[in-house]
């Protein structure tokens, strides 16, 4: 994982650290979980301002979800978006389409 990646999710309240004696960054050993918790969400869409809400209900040793509300809201939201957007990607493709085929 990069340092710029590591100092983003700093910035973002994703994960902390603190510094030694020579002003350096330690992350706890738990931070390599949550980065690579982190990345899955990520990677699902959600954005980091969602990520902090999500981060709390993550537990276990991989990317397990507990369902409590919030979360399951955040979903929600995220799966209606990437769905409005799958439509829309195929109404385009359609319309692509029937452009080429005239």
Do not use: W
Not at 62 to 69: E, F, G, R, S, V
């Amino acid at each position: 994982m990069s340092t710029r990646s590591l100092r983003y999710y700093e910035e973002q309240s994703l994960i902390e650290s603190i510094r030694d004696a020579n002003g350096y960054r330690c992350y706890p050993e738990s931070a390599e979980l949550t980065v690579y918790r982190i990345r899955g969400l990520l990677r699902a869409g959600f954005g980091t301002e969602s990520i902090r809400e999500i981060l709390p209900c993550v537990s276990g040793p991989a990317l397990h979800i507990d369902m409590c509300p919030q979360v399951v809201a955040q979903m929600q939201r995220t799966l209606d978006a990437v769905e409005v957007e799958r439509e829309a990607l195929r109404h385009k493709s359609e319309s692509i389409r029937t452009l080429l085929e005239s």
